[in-house]
């Protein structure tokens, strides 16, 4: 008979990938105060929460305190362009998968192509239109979502191991959980890595929601996000029931 023991050299990056918070977080990264500004506000009416930097400089220090789910730089910028930010924020652990979008007033392909070639996802010329960098961002995002569904998955299958007996005792039963059979389904869907929308998708309930569900299911289990959610089911021996 064997057993599973969660690896602990994977739980640094568990904590990245699970940690992820309820209303997503934009970096704007603009030395023009206007620019910088109304990309903010527009991107707040939208949901999202934005902090905003005047140079890669001061971009970076921000990503370091507490990373980001995008970050949109404009590339002409004094103490560290774009490039540069977008050059060395790549050769950081957390700053490998992070979406990134160039906003500039450099459209020559040149400038696109070296962008790209230094691992931005996207790149927009300034001026822009609304809704263009809009649909920008969500497939940004909705793409990193995916990824991190799918990391969230294979860790829970690949980076757990076989021990045998001698190396630890028999754990018991978890106890069952005091949810609601509503609560119940989305705490399954959660810990196997699935975002909100797909949840909403699987389960034929608004996002809203599954939303209302999981602000339920952190207060009665007193956990405050996704990743502690997570850890609590691995910790616990929680398992999703065989369908």
């Not at 050769?91 to 906003?103: A, K, N, Y």
């Not at 459209?107 to 809704?131: N, T």
Request: aromatic content about 8%.
């Amino acid at each position: 008979m064997k057993f599973l023991l969660w690896e602990p050299q994977f739980q640094e990056l568990s904590n990245w990938i699970w940690c992820k918070p309820l209303m997503e977080r934009i970096l704007v990264v603009d030395d023009e105060a206007d620019c910088q500004t109304v990309l903010a506000m527009y991107l707040e009416s939208q949901g999202y929460r934005v902090e905003c930097a005047n140079s890669g400089l001061e971009a970076l220090s921000i990503f370091e305190k507490a990373p980001p789910d995008l970050v949109i730089s404009d590339v002409m910028m004094p103490e560290m362009d774009g490039f540069e930010f977008c050059r060395r924020l790549r050769t950081t652990r957390l700053g490998q998968l992070v979406p990134f979008i160039f906003l500039s007033g450099q459209g020559e392909i040149e400038s696109k192509v070296e962008g790209h070639s230094i691992g931005a996802d996207d790149y927009l010329v300034k001026p822009f239109q609304s809704e263009e960098i809009l649909a920008k961002v969500k497939a940004q995002l909705e793409r990193s979502h995916r990824i991190h569904a799918e990391i969230v998955r294979l860790l829970q299958t690949s980076t757990v191991r076989a021990v045998e007996p001698k190396a630890m005792a028999v754990l018991p039963a978890p106890a069952p959980l005091p949810l609601t059979p509503a609560e119940e389904r989305v705490f399954w869907e959660v810990i196997q890595g699935y975002t909100n929308k797909q949840i909403s998708d699987r389960l034929f309930i608004s996002p809203r929601t599954v939303q209302a569900h999981l602000g339920s299911i952190f207060s009665k289990l007193q956990l405050e996000n996704r990743a502690q959610l997570v850890r609590f089911a691995l910790e616990k021996g929680y398992k999703p029931p065989q369908t």
